[in-house]
Antibody, heavy 115, light 104 residues
């Protein structure tokens, strides 16, 4: 069974950093592209970042470009999102998503940016 | 960056009625479009991939068509449990703003 489990969310001050993790099981991260998607309270889904199955290319929404970095560790079958210079508008539930196969989503990890 | 526009923003219909949801892209996506159903407190659920292919386990009342810049999701006979927000997404990229479907 394919499963994704996010962790690493929490409360952080504006300007701070967080590193989100997504532990994948049931498939290898080098078989599908993976994305991070977020949903702020009362808002729609917002795609944040993606990494190709090969790992050779990464992509970012304009709203996070230069501040967030997506990466993965194939040996641990884990996906990461390093978030720097966090802003109030980055507060959201962050999901990792398998972009293919069953298009599985995790249950999300909550990030709150507030002073 | 591709911009996706969804219409209508809200759809209020009765059980058994047909729902037609539109998604338009600012640039051609070929068939790289997926549709999700999202209910509060749950992770989004894949309905359609590659613009027109129903995902495993999705009821036959859900169908989709389109390619390039114009896409449509149709729910042929609404059930109360179809109340949700429906999003189109360029695969591995931008989401549309969503269409809220209220069935009552």
């Amino acid at each position: 069974e394919v499963r994704l489990l996010e962790s690493g969310g929490g409360l952080v001050y504006p300007g701070g950093s967080l590193r989100l993790s997504c532990a994948a099981s049931g498939f290898s991260l080098n078989t599908y592209a993976m994305s991070w998607v977020r949903q702020a309270p009362g808002r729609g889904l917002e795609w944040v970042s993606a990494i190709r199955a090969s790992g050779a290319n990464t992509f970012y929404a304009d709203s996070v470009k230069g501040r967030f970095t997506i990466s993965r560790d194939i040996s641990k079958n884990a996906l990461f999102l390093q978030m720097n210079d966090l802003r109030a508008e980055d507060s959201a539930l962050y999901y990792c998503v398998q972009e293919g196969g069953n298009y599985t989503w995790g249950q999300g990890t909550l990030v709150t940016v507030s002073s | 960056e591709v911009v996706l526009t969804q219409s209508p923003a809200t759809l209020s219909l009765s059980p058994g009625e047909r729902a037609t949801l539109s998604c338009r892209a600012s640039h051609s996506l070929a068939n790289n479009l997926v549709w999700y159903q999202h209910k509060p407190g749950q992770a989004p659920r894949l309905l359609i991939y590659d613009a027109s292919n129903r995902a495993p386990g999705i009821p036959a009342r859900f169908s989709a068509s389109g390619s390039g810049t114009d896409f449509t999701l149709t729910i042929s006979s609404l059930e109360p449990e179809d109340s949700a927000v429906y999003y189109c997404q360029q695969r591995s990229a931008t989401f549309g703003p969503g269409t809220t479907v209220d069935v009552k």
